[in-house]
């Protein structure tokens, strides 16, 4: 990590001291031409900024796959871990750190795969972390397979006459998971409504979970061309405790009143396949935080040894 650390209160008395959001970035990403994960790491970036977040007290952990590199690139403390186990690295460094900001980066075969298990449960300990989905329907570092979120029919090298089995909707899972604290969908292409969601997601106590849809130019270069060729098949989400942003109202037309804390009708847009939906499909600052549940107060050293003391007076002979 290279050291920019700036107090919080240089910046807040001189505006030449504030971190501006290329100050976050520690390198140019290794990503093919026209990839989507460019974007999502701006949209990081200016959150960062906005945020004045300070390089020290924030971590990004990964996983494996294309976006998983996130945490070679962002001035904070990384963590690029095993595939599939991004959440329970970070829900650990969670508790042991509750001070820390935490944000975790996957790709769709990373977690809603090999990194199922771990991603349903997490959502239901709901730690207070920021968790960023990059979907982009395939494999696209081991080189073009089918993940579980490719679209039926859709060839691959591992499934060349085409994906045989329904996609998975990653939003219908979570919406499904009891203590689901915040879902949210939106796109790479769009970047006012990605940063936009990214600050709610961030604002929100609990497992933010955003599902940003990330153009593979390289693999499934038209899975998204439906929604970005034709914006009217798009629809946004739109409530005063949703994301909203200057100038998309322009772009999209379609715009539905939905009140994030409508678990019925989050669940059943998600199952609706007629348009796009990008927004918050649920929010509730109200559920259990794992984090705070296990919160413990710090333990002096000396209290320590009495402690330990005390165990091994029990087994003295
Ligand atoms: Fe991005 Fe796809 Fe290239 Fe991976 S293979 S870097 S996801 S464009």
Known sequence: ???????????????SKCLEADDYQTRVGKWCAGCGDFGALNAVKRLLAKE????????FVSGIGCSSRFPHYVNAYGFHGIHG???????GLKLARPELDVFVVMGDGDCTSIGAGHWIHATRYNPNMTVLLLDNNIYGLTKNQT?????????SNTSPRGSVLPALDPLQATLGVSNASFVAQTADWVPAHLYATLQAAYDHNGFSFIRILQRCPKFTPDVFDDAIKNPDHVELLVHADGVDAPGLEKLFKARREHNPKDLDE????????DLLRLGIFFKDDSFPVYDEIRAVSPVSAEEKINKLEKEFDRYGV
Request: proline share 9%; net charge negative; with cysteine.
């Open 1 to 15: 990590m290279s050291s920019i650390a700036v107090s919080l209160l240089d910046c807040e008395f001189d505006e």
């Open 52 to 59: 004045q977040l300070q390089p020290e007290k924030m971590a």
């Open 147 to 155: 993940s579980p979120t490719t679209p039926e029919g859709y060839a």
């Open 85 to 91: 186990r991004a959440l329970p690295i970070a829900t």
């Open 266 to 273: 989050a669940r059943a847009l998600a199952q609706r396949s």
